[in-house]
Every structure is written in C-alpha cells, then in structure tokens.
C-alpha cells in the first residue's frame, strides 16, 4: 500500500511524495499445554489470582526449572507448519526488572532459537519471511487500581502470578508486509495454523495470542528501511488494523514536516485511536543476555522431529484447496471462512454422505455461523437432499436446520413433525386461485408487467400456509399464468 503524503521542500512549497508502509509482526502466542513451561502448576487461564503457582514460577530461591516436553513439541509443530528448520537450541536470560517477574529475568531464547528461517503463505498466494520462532515464558499480570487502570494515576497495583511461567512461543515475522490489510491476513492465516496444529487456542480476547507491531515508512522506490515504531496492546485484528493505518499515517505526516521518527516503543489506546509513546526502544545489549545455567541446551533428536512432522494435520492452505475442489462454483473468501471456523470437515463430511455440495456450503457459510450445535453432517446432508428433491422450501430447511442444531434428530422427522410436507401441485394451484380471487387489481397490475408484485403475491401465500409453500414454484406458476 502506497499512500500520499506532503514532502516540505524546504522553500515553502510542499511537494507530493508516495509513501510504503512496512510492517513487520511479533505474534506471541500461549501454548495449549496441561502445566507451565518449567513446573508443574497448571496452565489455565482465569482462576483466582495466585493459585496457579509454586516455587518456581515465583522464582523463589533454589527452585530449578524443568522443562515441560509437551511445549517443545508444541513449539517444534509450530516451526514446521511454518516451514522454519528446527535445531538445537539454548534457552537464555534476558534480565529487567517488573513487578509481575519475580525472578527479575525472563528465561526465553536468544542466539539460538529453536526455530529458524521459515514463512508463511497469505490467503493471496504472498509469502512472508519468518525469522524465528522461539520458546519462552509468560510473566505474570499486574493490574492498577485506580486513575483508570494506567500506572501512573494508580493508587496500588496488584500482582497475579497464575501466567507467570506459562509457555509461550514468539514468532516474529520479517518486515515483508506492506498494509494493514495484509497484517490482518498474515495474523488470520498463522492464527489458523497455530489452531490446526493443536499449539494455541489463538483467543487474541483472552491473550493468548498478543500482537506487537512493528511499523516504518519509506519513500515508494527505496530500499532501505525506515525508523520504525513497535506498537503494544493492540487486542483484536480490528485494533491492530487501526493502529496501525494511524500510526504510519504519523509518521508520513513527521517525515512529510522534515521532522524525524524516534524509534519507540508505543502504546495502542483504542478509546481515541491513537498511539502515545511508552518508552524510547530498548536495544538487546540492556538486556545482559546470557545462557541459562539451570537448563541444558535443547536437542531435539532428528527422529523425533521426523514423528512429529508426519504428525501434523493438515494445514489450513491444504484444506481450502480440497475444499475449493469440492465446491467448483464457490468464491474463494467463503471457503476461507469455512475453514477458518473449522467447519470445512463438517462440509467435506456431509457432501461424502451424498449431501448437495453447494446447498452445504451455503448452509455452513450463512446458517451456521453461531456453530453446529448438535447438527451431523450425516443430518446436513439428507437436509439437502430433501430441498434438491423439493420436499422443503428454503425457508422450511432453515427452521429444520435451526431444530438440528438445537437438538439433533432426523431431517425427514423433524420436517414431518413441523408439519412442511410439500404442497402438492393441485394444492398450490388451488392457493393461487384464491389469491388471485382475493386481489383481482394487483393481478392486474402483475399481468400489466409489474414484476414487483410477485413478492406480493409469494408473501401472501406464505402467510397462508405459515412458510409451506414453495415460492420458485408459486413464482413459475404465477408466470405461467399471466403468459397464458
Ligand atoms: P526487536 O524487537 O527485539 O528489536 P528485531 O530488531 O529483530 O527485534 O525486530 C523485530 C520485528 O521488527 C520483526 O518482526 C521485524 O520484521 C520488525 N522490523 C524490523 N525492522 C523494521 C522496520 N524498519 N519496519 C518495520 N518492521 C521492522
Ligand atoms: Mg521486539
């Protein structure tokens, strides 16, 4: 995405420059273990606060950490979904101070992450750089009583270790994205990976998966890339998409002024859709890096790591396309969202079990949104048959649709038991005799080429027969007559 922006030429007269946005995304996101990274306390979220902890996620004196393997298999599912090449790795400590990490350092991973050098394929066909993805903990959650929650209005705050220790992997994606639109994508599609190889629950409303991102801007042309500003607390793909259009807009508007950017660390404040500096960035040296004593290099051994990619599910780029080849008349952006509700399988299921693919597909895509409830796909399937074969009208299905998935049971059944048996010809023909009789002048109107009263004449007859009536039939009868 180029945008417009004002170049000040310095003599008073402000040329017009094009401007690139670049962006690059740190995605953390919580790993779906039983227990936290290094101890035995459980890995849940919510709970009264500081129940879910013990020596060592309080970094008490001569706890010893030990790592959980479930997170390294997380972690290493992660990398290969994301096509990164997995080696051994050391965990290492990077040491500031914050109240909600007690042992004053964060044990994560730093030269030797355990992923490296991967990517990830967009909706859109782009591929984007993946530098590393790397194990490390969560720290704890400090609230601040008062002055609106913001640290320096508070009165107190208070400190919930529960997610101190809690594993995390961070994936931090090269600076390959060039609008906010395509940030968006990017998040969507690891998102779905992440969710389809079993290692995050991908809740952003819950903070298991935390976005910073990163934004610079360029001139349109140049190679070199900008100051850029990282930007914290952005809670939803909607938020992250504002943040970050306003903030490269700030910056185009410096640049365009002759002013600079300063690169920061800024916070996303979605009550007036703006970002405020936090803190001037921090470079890597004031961490004091160094290796974690208590724990061994980690080396996953080849076979391993061979099992676990014979392992892993299908991704979601696989499943949109067998999806695709299903449904050779859907649009692209429907079969993604099937498969981003993870209801492709319910859809591949039903067409297996004869159901007509495309009434499938619609069904999934605008009646099920709110989930399948008690609906089988075996169910789904015969639902379809039945209107293919005109047994029901569409409005019947979708009252059907509405009872399996509240409660389950047969189509045919439930239809029956509704009282939708078809209308009969004669029977609809009979309806329309009526209709006509009832409303000579809009008949007239109708036969005078006024299309609009088929609707007219198609509501009346499902009022009459609470929805039981086929209104493609009725209108092909109603046309019918008028030609003869
Ligand atoms: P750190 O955040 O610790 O400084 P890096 O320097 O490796 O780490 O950068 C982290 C993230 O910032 C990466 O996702 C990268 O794509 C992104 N990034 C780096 N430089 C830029 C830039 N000029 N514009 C936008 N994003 C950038
Ligand atoms: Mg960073």
New binding site residues.
């Given amino acids: 995405m180029s945008q417009q922006g004002l170049e000040s030429t310095g003599d008073g007269v402000a040329a017009e420059a094009e401007w690139e946005t670049?962006?690059?995304?740190?995605v953390h996101a919580e790993l779906a273990t039983q227990t936290k990274l290094f101890s035995a306390s459980p890995n849940r979220f919510g709970g009264e606060p500081n129940t879910h902890i013990d020596p060592v996620s309080l970094g008490l004196p001569g706890a010893l950490p030990v790592l959980n393997q479930k997170a390294v298999e997380l972690a290493i599912r992660v990398g290969l979904a994301l096509n990164c090449t997995v080696q051994p790795s050391v965990f290492a400590r990077k040491n500031y101070f914050y109240p909600d990490m007690p042992k004053n350092f964060q044990t994560s991973q730093y030269d030797r992450p355990i992923n490296t050098d991967g990517w990830l394929e967009l909706a859109s066909g782009k591929r984007v750089g993946i530098?590393r993805a790397h194990l490390e903990e969560d720290t704890g959650k400090t609230t601040h009583i008062g002055g609106g929650g913001r640290i320096h209005e508070a009165g107190y705050s208070l400190v919930d270790y529960n997610r101190a220790g809690v594993p995390l992997i961070e994936i931090?994606?090269?600076?390959?994205l060039r609008s906010a639109e395509e940030a968006r994508q990017y998040v969507s599609e690891l998102r779905g990976i992440l969710v389809a190889v079993g290692a995050s629950d991908g809740k952003m409303e819950e903070g298991s998966l935390r976005v910073?991102?990163?934004?610079?801007v360029?001139p349109v042309g140049s190679e070199t890339?900008?100051?850029?500003c990282?930007i914290k607390n952005v809670n939803s793909l909607r938020s992250m998409a504002r943040a970050i259009t306003y903030e490269a807009n700030r910056q185009i508007k410096l640049l365009s002024n002759g002013e600079p950017v300063v690169q920061q660390t800024r916070h996303w404040d979605e009550s007036d859709g703006r970002t405020h500096a936090l803190r001037s960035?921090?470079?890597?040296y004031d961490y004091r890096y160094f290796p974690e004593p208590d724990l061994l290099p980690l080396e996953p051994s080849l076979d391993w790591v061979e099992q676990i990619r014979q392992a892993l599910p299908p991704l979601p780029r696989d499943r949109r396309s067998k999806l695709a080849e299903l449904l050779p008349s859907a649009n692209a952006a429907s079969v993604a969202v099937v498969v981003e509700r993870g209801m492709d399988t319910l859809v591949t299921d039903a067409i297996g079990a004869g159901g007509v693919a495309q009434r499938v597909h619609n069904h999934v895509v605008h009646n099920l949104a709110d989930g399948v409830g008690c609906l089988l796909a075996d169910a789904l399937a015969e639902l379809t048959q039945m209107e293919e074969a005109k047994e029901l009208t569409s409005t019947q299905a979708k009252k059907v649709l509405e009872a399996l998935v509240a409660e389950g049971g047969a189509p045919r059944q439930l239809a029956t038991g509704m009282g939708f048996e078809a209308m009969a010809v004669e029977q609809l023909e009979a309806l329309l005799d009526e209709l006509l009789a009832t409303y000579p002048a809009e008949w007239q109107r109708f036969c005078d080429g006024d299309a609009k009263l088929t609707g007219f004449f198609v509501g009346q007859a499902m009022k009459s027969t609470q929805g039981k009536a086929d209104g493609k039939a009725l209108t092909q009868l109603l046309n019918s007559r008028r030609s003869s």
């Avoid at 890339?225 to 850029?228: A, D, N, Y």
């Fill in positions: 670049v962006i690059g995304l740190e530098e931090v994606g090269r600076p390959e910073d991102c990163n934004v610079s360029r890339l900008g100051t850029r990282e960035k921090e470079e890597d």
